[in-house]
Structures are given as C-alpha cells and as structure tokens.
C-alpha cells in the first residue's frame, strides 16, 4: 500500500511539473501524459512483487533493508525513463534533448522513495524480531549510522543542487528567447518562482516524511532493546534481544545477548557450585569425634565456593584415632573433585587399615594414575593417635609440619617428617614416624599453608609466630575455643584483603 501512494505521488509530481512549466507539453494534454507514467509505474508496481519474493523476502532480516533500497531505486528510475521512451514515441518527447533531466527527476524522487520503502522494510523485520520464537542472529557486517548518514546527506545535497543547476539553466535560455516587454518578465518571474517552490515543496515533503519513518524505526529499536532489559533486570533471562538491523543497534543486540548467554552460564555455574558446595560440606565432619581423652576441634574455609583443602576423622582398630588434614594444588571445584577422589581412596584404604603409612601409599598409587595427564597433587598429613599408650604415629607427605605446645615447659615442637606429596609418583614409599607420651594438657596443631600465607593489606604474611602467640595464650581452654581464637587472629590480620588460599586448622588437645 504505501509504494502505491508513492507511485501515485510521482506521477502527480510528474504530471503536474511536466504541465505547468514544460514548454515541450504544449502539443501533449495532462491527460495523456498522467496515462504513460500511470502506466509505467504500473508496470514497475508489478515487476516489483516479483524481484521482492525472490530476492528480498528470502535473505535474512538485517540484509533486506539494502536490497528493498537497491530494487526501489532501480524500478523509479525505470520506470521514469520508460515513460519518456513512450511518449517519445506516441507525443513527438524530445529524448535526446531532455533525457538527462528524465533520468535525474525520475533519480532524486527514486532515491527518497527507496530509502523510505528500505525504512519500512526494516520496520517490518523489527516488528516481526519482537515476536517470541523470531531471533535472528546472522553473523553479518555492521554498518555504522554515521557513514549511512553522511551518504544520505551528500547525495540528496547533489541531487537537489544538480537539479537547481538544470532550472537556472533552462530559465536563463528561456528568459533569453521571451520578449523584454514588462509583461513577459513579470510572467517569466512568477513562472520561475513557481518552479522553485514547487521543486523545494516536493523535496521538503519528502524528507520530512524519510525523518518521521526513521524515528518510527529508532522508537522500536529502543523498545526491543529496553524491554529484554528490562526483563534482564527482573532476572528473567528468557529472552534475547532481536537483531534486526546491521548498525550500532545490531551491534548493541549482539553485545546485549552475549552478555544474557554469559549471565545463563554464570548462573548454571553457580547452582552447580552451590551443589558441589554443599556436597563438599557433607563431606566434611559435622562434629569433633567423642574420643576419651582427646578434645578435637577442625574448621576449613575456602576462598571460593569449593577448594582444595580437606580434613577428617576415622576411627581406627584397636581404639585408636585417625586424623587426616590434605591440601590439593590450586583452588576451586577442579580442586575439589580431585579431593574428593581422595577421600574415596582413603575411605577405600582403611578396610584394610594396617598404620599410616600402607594407607598413604595404598591412596598415592591410586591419586598418582588418576592424576598422570592433569600434574595435579595432594598433600596430607595422617596422624594416628593411641590413647592407651600415649603414642602418635603419623605420616607427612609433602605437607606442612604439625606442631606440638607443651604447657608445663612453655615448648613447642614440630611434628615433622620427610614425604613427598601424593599423586607425583606410583613408586613413592612413605616413612612413619612416631612419639612416645605427652604431658596432659599439650596441643597439637595441623594446619595447612593456607593459615600462613594469608596476607594484610601491606601483603605481608600472617606466618606461623601469631599462630604460637594464640595457642600459648590460650592453652588452657578448648580446643574449640583455641580453633576460634586463632581465626580471629587471622580476621584481624587480614582486614579487607580477599582471601586467596584455602584455610584449614584442626586443634588437638591431649588430654
């Protein structure tokens, strides 16, 4: 419908310029000449449905534009220059002699035609984007608005100022051929006028017409962009942003959905960390083993969602106690998973529990096949404790030495060993070491590398002295509240510094 207003525009343009102020009419009525560019422009209407479903229709929605633009231009144009050709033929048109004048009417009201219809296109391919199941994407090459702009900008100012040249120039030999009498000049005046006003008027309609089309299609543009965010920002992630153009707003759309895509992954992400979280906590003791003579207290914290660290408690045969405090390389759920199979390998290894160091290697040759391709490792540290005898025996495998506080004397001593960490090689043997007796009272402590390396905002280390400082100073109460004391140091120490290794401490009082 609306390239039918504006072939019925252009031929009441055509007709009406072409009547009033053409002298090569003079031997041709309005009617005839209204009947050939109806009828060319007819022809182009019908031409026009068939090169649009074959060639405009079955590209994708931001390429359309460019081509509705390409046919439109051709058609107008064509169809002006047909029109010339019959009546040239039928009306004696002198072609040859105003054939460039043709061509250029039939160009410049051609090119606003065509830009508008490609605005309506567009218009058209965004109103059908905005439908739920219409999301193109087509990788394409965007087109920046501003060189669009300045194109559209130089050749409308060409168009206007060639066809103003062509007036002055026909009116300057006309004004030479009419009589000097004050009659003829007065009407040779108004006629220019006439013409003048008409060409600008024509011009100035269609412009206007070319600034409200795109502001139609800038209005929708922003609703599909507004609204998706909109939904965005209520957490409904359901839908993209339609592309439907190939400029900045196609870009924008592209950026827009790629940022929804990551918004959908992070939050998949993060439901399955909070399910790898959870499941890492229950892998974790819920309360201190009610052993006599022991009080224990453990505590892990992790600087992201999961980690690396682990501890844990077995009863052992013949009442004894087992204590395992591990740190794997890195952080975060791969970390995690390959600590998990860990704690499978030891839970394995303590059906057929023969001391510490058969469990660390029966769990070594198992990390070590599992980790060959990935360089991943684990350390631990196994301390078996007996209570009846008063022994501890324990295996260190690359992992940092425990310590022990005696009250009475106001010592400590490490809790030390050699032992490479767990998952480097199948072949590795494990040493045990033991000590006998403790003075009632004494705290052991296992850590991991995590508690010292923790740094305060001049990103010095925490260490291990505050460590000392805050089990001398508490000795005499809980393990418990040793474990608390020496996190809050740790708190203290740190102040807004985000924590970059995993935390793990387990307080041993014997008692």
Known sequence: MRIMIHYLFTVSVFTLYGSQVCPFLETMSTAALGATLLLSFASAWVLRVFFQNRFILGVPGPKQAGRQFFLDMILVAGAGCVAGIINSILYDFPLFKSGGKILMGSSMIGFFIALDMALARQRTVIQSAAEPNFF??????????????????????????????????????????????????????????????FIMAVIFGLVMNLIF?????????????????????????????????????????????????????????????????????????????????????????????????????????????????????????????????????????????????????????????????????????????????????????????AFMYDPVADTFSEVAGKGMALGVSAATGFQEYRRQGWTPGSVLVILTDGVREVRNPAGVMFGIDPVYQEVRRHAAQSAEAIRNKIFESLLDFQKNVTQADDVTLVVIKLL
């Open 213 to 401: 089309s795109y502001s139609r299609n800038l209005r929708l543009l922003f609703e599909n962009e507004t609204s998706i965010l909109e939904r965005v920002s209520q957490g409904d992630l359901s839908r993209m942003v339609p592309v439907a153009t190939n400029d900045e707003f196609g870009v924008i759309a592209r950026h827009t959905n790629a940022m929804i895509r990551g918004l959908k992954h992070r939050i998949r992400l993060l439901g399955a960390l909070k399910v790898a979280e959870e499941l890492q906590q229950n892998l974790l003791p819920f309360d201190a083993p009610a052993h006599s003579g022991l009080d224990i207290s453990g505590r892990v914290v992790y600087c992201y969602e999961t980690g690396g660290d682990y501890y844990d408690y077995f009863d052992l045969p013949e009442g004894k106690l087992g204590i395992v405090v591990a740190d794997a390389a890195e952080h975060g759920i791969g970390s995690a998973l390959f600590m998990t199979a860990a704690r499978a390998f030891i839970l394995s290894a303590l059906g057929d529990y023969r001391g510490p160091a058969h469990l660390v290697e029966q769990v070594n040759r198992h990390l070590s096949r599992d980790s060959k391709e990935t360089g991943r490792f684990i350390t631990l540290f196994f301390l078996e404790i007996d209570t009846s005898s008063r022994t501890l025996c324990w295996v260190r495998a690359g992992h940092d030495p």
């Open 136 to 197: 193109p994407d087509e990788p394409v090459r965007p087109y920046s608005t501003i060189r669009n702009f300045s194109l559209v900008a130089v050749i409308s100012t060409a168009f206007v100022s060639v066809a103003l040249i062509l007036l002055v120039s026909r009116d300057f030999v006309w004004l030479a051929e009419i009589g000097q009498t004050e009659g003829s000049l007065s009407e040779a005046h108004l006629a220019v006028m006439f013409e003048v006003f």
